[in-house]
């Protein structure tokens, strides 16, 4: 069971949500606006948050970068539902931090399959330190090094370069890297990834080229 927090002013959609989410074994807690949001996450923080892209007090995507900048909560999950179905729109809500989307109208079978799959990859056991030689990633922190020096990433380029490590020497396809870091079935994936690899490579120095592209396949680092 887990705690999932859902942020949705529409009354009927969110009752669909809080009852499908329930009744899958959850325990779950709902609100109208990013205000009462805050102040019960101040109490306690959940294990998935279901946001809404538009609020009568803030947008979805505000609320996601204010998770992400907090140390207490930038790693909890976060999947948005979205009317907005364009690619620009998806794109701004997966760089603001989001994990996975859902668009509107949904069916309560998709909902509760994005929810369960986000909570599995986000539950599955973590270590607490990775190594690449001289990179080091402190999972427990949510920090990077290399050469002992602090690396400053997004949350989306640290998830990247967390899997490329995990999975080093491996040849990871588009598919894949879309599944574990963004989330399923999204449709921008060839132009998010490409760009979110050049900035990491850029970030990471010597070691940035140690990314090496597949051609027609994805990524691999070495």
Same mark, same amino acid.
């Given at each position: 069971?887990? $705690? +999932?927090? +859902?942020?949705? *002013?529409d009354d009927s959609i969110r009752e669909i949500e809080e009852f499908a $989410?329930?009744?899958a074994g959850h325990k779950v807690l709902g609100f109208t606006c990013a205000k009462d949001f805050y102040k019960k996450i101040e109490e306690v923080i959940p294990d998935l948050c279901l946001i809404d892209l538009m609020l009568p007090d803030e947008t979805g995507n505000e609320? #996601?970068?204010? $998770?992400?900048?907090?140390? *207490?909560t930038r790693n909890v999950p976060v999947i948005m539902v979205t009317a907005k179905t364009s690619e620009l729109d998806l794109v701004k809500g997966m760089e603001d931090g989001a994990d996975d989307y859902i668009k509107k109208p949904f069916s309560v079978m998709e909902l509760i399959a994005r929810v369960k799959a986000l909570l599995r990859r986000t539950k599955a056991e973590e270590v607490k330190e990775i190594k690449l030689d001289e990179l080091v990633i402190n999972k427990e922190k949510h920090e990077v090094f290399v050469q002992g020096k602090t690396i400053?990433? &997004?949350?989306?380029?640290?998830?990247?370069?967390?899997?490329? +490590?995990v999975n080093k020497g491996i040849v990871l396809s588009r598919a894949s890297?879309? *599944?574990h870091v963004w989330g399923i079935d999204y449709a921008g994936e060839s132009r998010t990834i490409d760009?979110?690899?050049? #900035?990491?490579?850029?970030? $990471?120095? *010597?070691?940035? &080229?140690?990314?090496? #592209? +597949?051609?027609?396949?994805?990524y691999v680092i070495e």
């Open positions: 069971m887990a $705690l +999932i927090y +859902i942020i949705e *002013d $989410l329930s009744n609320i #996601t970068r204010k $998770l992400r900048n907090h140390s *207490d400053e990433l &997004t949350y989306k380029e640290y998830e990247l370069l967390s899997y490329f +490590i890297i879309m *599944d760009m979110h690899v050049k #900035t990491l490579r850029k970030k $990471l120095g *010597d070691y940035g &080229t140690r990314i090496k #592209t +597949i051609r027609n396949v994805g």
